[in-house]
């Protein structure tokens, strides 16, 4: 009888069991070797779902407008990019902006995780800040209201005519950034954005109708409008309060107030602009 090499078993396609280390019993890739090819393809996985919406039959015309999401990297020099990266466990967001002149900008930030007033030293002390001011505590973090210097970003949606949507999401450095355009605005925003971040993330990516009466919402703010309609919050006179609607929905109620604030200013804002995405 030959000698056999215990060293080395047969998988069931033929090879031998160094072939098939990363190989399950069934036959299946194991589950480290599936995620690390996952996470191989996403960035081409996000390119061809863009390339896809490019060459659909339907063609994104004057009544059709696409909704993305991204994940960028905030260029060096903006001050949230650097405050982000040195305090990376905590969470800010962007809640608004006005213009006080042509290069100046105000807005309203939450800053997650400390008491009012705790950032506003460190915030002073970025070159692109002009003034802040520490207004209130919020859930668990603390309203600023900060003036700052315009970064580039500003200039080109002022330039296209189009709104920049609102709460911006940054942390450790990135920001989540969600554009509401027609294409060629939306390609003019992306090469923004390839220029900041050659390695943004698209994380969604989808094409709506668009309705000039109604301003456009995103899935969770279309979701919360229709959960306190239903409840009866903007009723008359008002069926249900503030804390109740929180309470039935699980969620704090600075969350569900900001949240329905930032619809109702959107509907306004609907109301009193015209009616195209572009002047």
């Given at each position: 009888?030959?000698a056999?090499?215990?060293?080395a078993?047969?998988?069931?396609?033929?090879?031998?069991g160094r072939?098939?280390?990363?190989v399950?019993?069934?036959?299946?890739?194991?589950?480290s070797?599936?995620?690390g090819r996952r996470?191989?393809?996403?960035?081409?996985a996000?390119?061809k779902?863009f390339?896809?919406?490019?060459e659909?039959?339907d063609?994104?015309t004057?009544?059709?407008?696409?909704?993305a999401?991204?994940?960028?990297r905030i260029?060096?020099g903006?001050?949230?990019?650097?405050f982000?990266?040195?305090h990376?466990?905590?969470?800010?967001?962007v809640?608004n902006?006005?213009?006080v002149?042509?290069d100046?900008s105000v807005?309203?930030?939450w800053i997650?995780?400390?008491?009012p007033g705790?950032?506003?030293?460190e915030i002073?002390?970025?070159a692109?800040i002009?003034?802040?001011?520490?207004?209130a505590?919020?859930g668990?973090?603390?309203?600023?209201?900060i003036?700052?210097r315009?970064p580039p970003?500003i200039y080109?949606?002022?330039?296209?005519?189009?709104?920049i949507h609102?709460?911006?999401?940054?942390?450790n450095?990135?920001?989540?950034w969600e554009?509401?355009?027609?294409?060629s605005?939306?390609?003019?925003?992306?090469?923004?954005?390839?220029?900041a971040?050659?390695?943004f993330?698209l994380?969604?990516?989808?094409?709506?109708?668009?309705?000039?009466h109604l301003?456009?919402?995103?899935?969770?703010?279309?979701?919360?409008?229709t959960q306190a309609?239903?409840?009866?919050?903007?009723?008359?006179p008002?069926g249900?309060?503030?804390?109740?609607?929180a309470?039935?929905?699980?969620?704090?109620?600075s969350?569900v107030?900001?949240?329905?604030?930032?619809?109702?200013r959107?509907?306004?804002?609907?109301?009193?602009?015209?009616?195209?995405?572009?002047?």
């Amino acid at each position: 009888m030959p000698a056999t090499d215990s060293s080395a078993t047969v998988a069931p396609n033929g090879t031998d069991g160094r072939a098939s280390e990363n190989v399950s019993s069934q036959g299946r890739p194991r589950r480290s070797e599936r995620n690390g090819r996952r996470a191989r393809e996403a960035p081409h996985a996000a390119a061809k779902r863009f390339q896809d919406l490019r060459e659909a039959k339907d063609e994104v015309t004057g009544d059709r407008v696409l909704l993305a999401t991204l994940r960028v990297r905030i260029p060096k020099g903006l001050w949230t990019g650097t405050f982000t990266r040195a305090h990376p466990g905590i969470n800010l967001e962007v809640l608004n902006r006005a213009d006080v002149s042509k290069d100046v900008s105000v807005s309203d930030h939450w800053i997650s995780g400390q008491p009012p007033g705790v950032w506003a030293r460190e915030i002073s002390g970025f070159a692109d800040i002009l003034k802040v001011d520490s207004l209130a505590e919020v859930g668990d973090g603390s309203l600023y209201r900060i003036t700052y210097r315009n970064p580039p970003i500003i200039y080109l949606y002022r330039e296209l005519g189009i709104p920049i949507h609102f709460p911006l999401r940054v942390q450790n450095g990135a920001i989540r950034w969600e554009i509401v355009a027609r294409r060629s605005e939306f390609q003019s925003v992306l090469k923004y954005m390839e220029k900041a971040d050659p390695n943004f993330q698209l994380v969604s990516i989808r094409r709506r109708p668009l309705r000039s009466h109604l301003p456009v919402l995103t899935d969770n703010q279309h979701q919360l409008l229709t959960q306190a309609m239903a409840a009866g919050y903007f009723a008359v006179p008002r069926g249900i309060t503030l804390t109740d609607l929180a309470r039935r929905l699980d969620r704090s109620k600075s969350a569900v107030s900001e949240g329905i604030a930032i619809i109702e200013r959107k509907l306004l804002e609907s109301a009193l602009r015209p009616t195209s995405l572009t002047p």
